[in-house]
């Protein structure tokens, strides 16, 4: 498939940007440049793969994501190096990497400061936005990892963010920032400010008590914590709190219904309930 190549200027060095068009998914077209026997992708130090109009994207739980040409970032940045954690520990650094380069870039840009109560990260990987009386998602990360036997090789940082795109009459639940803030901020506007705190986040991933911080981190950051709402569980409806992530990426629970699920699941199962749907 037809790509142009150049180089980007971060904190972290030089980075390798790959950029296509058009292409049906970022991780998918990532993941076949680090089987190719090119010789100009950067296999040791990581490389972003972005496009303007990602057809099929893909989601967490075999869902799809859905963007709109030249209006919403798409992008994967592939990690050759992956730091020696969790890899439910490295979902929760992307998913901040991701909500923190969307304040960022928008202080930056238009001296707008978001607040931690309206922008919040959603248990696994996704970024939720305050908006007209209620959360929606503004944007969603895939990380899919691969591995030689058991050796965790390498990862694909999926990044999904509705910038410019119409979200607010979809019936899903989801969102975008000029929804939100009525700004006109262009889709790469996002993507070395995203990189670049990510890059830091997997920096401090390496270091001793890195993978606690970063939990510690997401907890603070964490959407619907402490507050009483509906999930569901086995395709049952409960009543519940969630009262943190622990270090293995597990949702610990307060149930308030009768007959209550176990204290502590994992995240995909758990459904939660927004409005006439789940996600």
């Known amino acids: 498939m037809v790509h142009n190549e150049s180089e980007i200027e971060s904190r972290h060095g030089r980075l390798l940007r790959v950029y296509l068009q058009e292409v049906e998914s970022t991780n998918t077209f990532a993941t076949q440049l680090i089987r190719s026997e090119s010789e100009s992708i950067d296999k040791k130090s990581g490389f972003l793969v972005v496009t303007s109009n990602q057809i099929s994207g ?5 869902k799809n994501w859905d963007s709109s040409e030249n209006k919403d970032l798409a992008m994967t940045w592939v990690v050759m190096n992956p730091p020696k954690v969790d890899a439910t520990v490295f979902n929760m650094a992307a998913a901040l990497a ?3 380069g969307i304040r960022n870039t928008v202080l930056k840009k238009y001296e707008i400061e978001i607040p931690k109560a309206s922008l919040s990260v959603k248990w696994p990987n996704d970024v939720m936005f305050w908006s007209n009386t209620e959360w929606r998602k503004v944007a ?14 390498s990862s694909l940082v999926g990044i999904g963010v509705n910038v410019l795109s119409r979200r607010v009459s979809k019936s899903y639940n989801a969102v975008s920032i000029s929804d939100v803030l009525g700004i006109e901020l262009k889709p790469e506007d996002l993507e070395l400010p995203i990189i670049e705190i990510l890059l830091d986040y997997i920096k401090l991933l390496n270091e001793e008590g890195g993978a606690d911080k970063i939990v510690e981190q ?11 709402r509906e999930f569901i ?16 990426g597990m949702g610990e ?12 699941l994992h995240s995909s199962e758990v459904q939660w309930v ?3 749907h789940s996600a």
């Open 58 to 62: 893909r989601g967490q739980r075999e």
């Open 274 to 276: 927004f409005g006439l």
């Open 98 to 100: 991701t909500s923190k």
């Open 140 to 153: 969603g990360i895939l990380v899919e990892n691969q591995w030689r036997g058991e050796s965790w090789t």
């Open 218 to 228: 997401f907890n603070s950051e964490l959407y619907s914590v402490g507050e009483t």
């Open 233 to 248: 569980v086995e395709g049952v409806s409960h009543s519940g709190v969630l009262l943190k992530i622990d270090s293995n």
């Open 253 to 264: 629970f307060d149930w308030k219904s009768e007959n209550p699920p176990k204290s502590n």
